[in-house]
């Protein structure tokens, strides 16, 4: 039986070209045969030439933009795909998609966190600028495990997705910068090292950043990747999923016409 899982990012991938080369040929190494993942990045229109990380800070913008991942997922399950990714630390409408979808829904900070927490006893994150850092922390308080993360840095010198593109051409900077920053976090106690950001995951990736000071760099795609197969082999083999009575509850489907038909 094939598998066939959904990514979506919440960056406009147009003009990444890049990270969308990246992408696809992890992929290819990360899952095995048979299985077949698509990419899917944000609406290019709202973003107009401005990258998630410049605008994803204003509260309201963020939830106006990234409301499109819930119909991009519901769209995918109507496609036949057998789960979806969030690919973005900002982890869009989680619960809602999850309380929308029979698919597995995987988030990847959450699935990357989970991990962690069986690699190393503390670990650390580090994201592109302070403010994508302070959304970090929040994420981490929301997934309530705060006591394994010894530190949440930012890059030195703050960078956006198009910088991080343009580096898998010249990634010296980004890859020095990056280092410093974990090897600060080693210091400080972490055994693992999480990029928190996917486009700086594929940079490290490309350029064999697996391990600083004898601590583990997480490859956040690849487990994300993983992870939706394990979410996909607990479905189908042990009848297991997302559990509806509390957070993740299903409206009916009278209600959903309802609402539809009302907007």
Known sequence: MGTRIWYQSMAPLAGLSGYVDA??????????DGVEVVFNGASEAPYRGHMPTDILKYPYVKQVLQAEAIEFCRQAERDGFD??????????????????LEIPVISMPESVLLTACSLAEQFALVAL???????????????????????IQSLATPVNESDLDAAFGA????????????????????????PAEGVLNEVLYANGVHNVLGATVMDCVGVALLYAELQINLKRRLGIGV???WTYAKPPLELLEQIK???
Do not use: W
């Open 23 to 32: 992408l696809q040929r992890h992929a290819k190494r990360a899952c095995p």
């Open 129 to 151: 600028t302070q403010a994508s850092a302070r959304r970090v922390r929040s994420l981490v308080r929301r997934h309530g495990i705060e006591s394994r993360v010894c530190a």
């Open 83 to 100: 789960a979806v990714v969030l690919g973005s630390f900002s982890e869009p409408f989680l619960a809602e998609i999850r309380s929308l």
């Open 171 to 194: 990634p010296r900077a980004i890859v020095a910068d990056f280092t410093a920053v974990a090897e600060q976090a080693v210091n400080a106690g972490a055994d693992v090292v999480i």
């Open 243 to 245: 559990g509806r009575r």
């Open 261 to 263: 038909h009302s907007r």
